[in-house]
């Protein structure tokens, strides 16, 4: 633990050497000149507890009724640089991550925590979190200057244009990104708020995918986006093989607009995946008949090609000076076990992000938000039988949709480097199970440092 934390602090000692706010160089006379190598860094430490709360029993997958608290500490690298040939940059993300989520993040689909891995570790471990090539082409002679920022070298790119990245990096990094709720080292921290939760997005234990993303911008005001992502090779895994019936496929169109006068984006998409999914229906009727319990009985369904879809859509939208809202809602078909991120089929989210300076604190922001989380019959009946899936499981389900609220208050406290957060989340029927209805109050601390 000492040697953790001595670890840490050093981290946060780099990390607030240098402001984080830097967009490039500039001449004297206001020249802009583009960056060839970019350097940025992250640490994000976060704390959550609970007192116990009401459940009548409790099972493999359950979120512990007692009560408990727990930690889990990220650091990332960030490192940009020009390829030799017109478009081209490398970028390199080297990543430490070490702790765990509350319950060894288990036992809430709408997870409380951002930064929580569903593998935890004592242990500190260090990952190469991506490492993916950007191409940019051209579709015209117009250009617009581009801000420097994490995985991002300041510089001039064209307006209308096509952007092609190739490597290893998060789905999330390209699809359904929301200025209000897309961030939880940020911004809201539930899982079921930073992203549209029913897509079950490809990913490895750790969040991040490999494959080829193509982003066609014909307009400022429009994008159209299409991504071919490897599948884990078995749930919550990670490896991910490289194989044509081990793919998730995800189109998205983004158009940005200005409603009375205010910026806002919608962003519709839909995914269909193949991979080595197990069939809900299935394995129950073979465990009916060979006794086998739900969770055997679906690994005898596990094929790659197995296919789950799914659509949904994003909604951000100023409303006031310095006030924004987002909407998020996303279905699959609930007929395939979750693999890859949680397990929930239907899902609603709505909340409202405040900048400071609309109460006289620049540099302070403010959210609130709530969800609810469903699931389809068949994973219902998986769940009732005593299944388990790779987050949630308490052995029986006397089923209740799973309803949550957060609200965060973020603060600098040194610059634009050090940011510290309170965080509170109220959540009912934790894993969709009325007999452990709690509600579970959990209340968390964050702090984040970058550079």
Not at 39 to 60: C, D, H, K, V
Not at 100 to 127: E, M, P, R
Not at 277 to 297: E, F, N, S, V, W
Request: glycine fraction near 12%; aromatic fraction near 14%; charge should be positive.
């Amino acid at each position: 633990m000492a040697r953790r934390a001595g670890l840490g602090a050093a981290m946060l000692l780099a990390l607030t050497a240098v402001p984080a706010t830097a967009q490039g160089w500039a001449t004297p006379e206001g020249e802009r000149i583009p960056e060839n190598v970019r350097l940025n860094a992250q640490m994000t430490e976060f704390i959550q507890g609970y007192p116990s709360f009401r459940a009548a029993y409790s099972g493999r997958n359950s979120l512990p009724a007692g009560g408990q608290v727990r930690q889990s500490t990220s650091i990332t690298a960030y490192f940009g640089m020009r390829m030799p040939w017109p478009g081209g940059e490398l970028y390199i993300n080297p990543e430490y991550f070490q702790g765990f989520g509350l319950g060894d993040t288990l036992g809430i689909a709408g997870f409380t925590n951002g930064d929580a891995q569903k593998g935890g570790n004592k242990v500190g471990v260090l990952s190469l979190a991506r490492m993916f090539l950007r191409q940019t082409f051209a579709l015209g002679a117009e250009a617009e200057w581009r801000p420097g920022d994490f995985n991002q070298l300041a510089g001039f790119v064209p307006t209308r244009r096509v952007v092609v990245t190739v490597g290893k990096f998060a789905a999330g990094d390209i699809f359904q990104t929301s200025t209000y709720a897309g961030d939880a080292r940020r911004q809201f921290w539930n899982w079921s708020l930073w992203a549209s939760s029913a897509w079950d997005f490809a990913a490895d234990v750790r969040g991040y995918t490999q494959g080829v993303a193509i982003e066609i911008i014909p307009d400022p005001a429009f994008a159209i986006r299409y991504g071919a992502l490897l599948m884990p090779s078995e749930a919550n895994g990670g490896e991910l093989p490289f194989r044509p019936n081990n793919v998730s496929h995800v189109l998205e169109l983004a158009y940005q607009h200005n409603w009375f006068g205010r910026p806002g984006a919608i962003k519709p998409f839909a995914y269909y995946s193949t991979g080595r999914m197990g069939h809900y229906r299935q394995a129950l009727d073979i465990a009916a008949l060979t006794g086998l319990t739900p969770d055997a009985a679906m690994a005898t369904t596990h094929r790659y090609g197995n296919s789950k879809w799914g659509f949904g859509i994003l909604v951000d939208q100023e409303i006031a000076d310095n006030v924004g809202t987002f909407f998020r809602a996303s279905w699959n078909d609930g007929r395939t076990e979750t693999f890859a991120f949680t397990q929930i089929d239907r899902s609603i989210a709505f909340g409202l992000s405040f900048k400071g300076e609309r109460w006289g604190r620049p540099g302070h922001t403010a959210g609130i938000a709530v969800a609810q989380n469903d699931l389809s019959r068949y994973h219902r009946d998986f769940l009732a039988a005593g299944g388990t899936g790779l987050i949630i499981g308490d052995g029986k389900l006397r089923y209740g949709s799973e309803r949550m609220l957060e609200a965060y208050y973020d603060l600098p406290v040194y610059r634009d480097n050090v940011f510290v957060a309170a965080n509170y989340q109220l959540v009912h029927n934790p894993g969709y199970n009325r007999d452990r209805a709690g509600p579970a109050h959990v209340f968390g601390l964050r702090i984040h440092a970058r550079y």
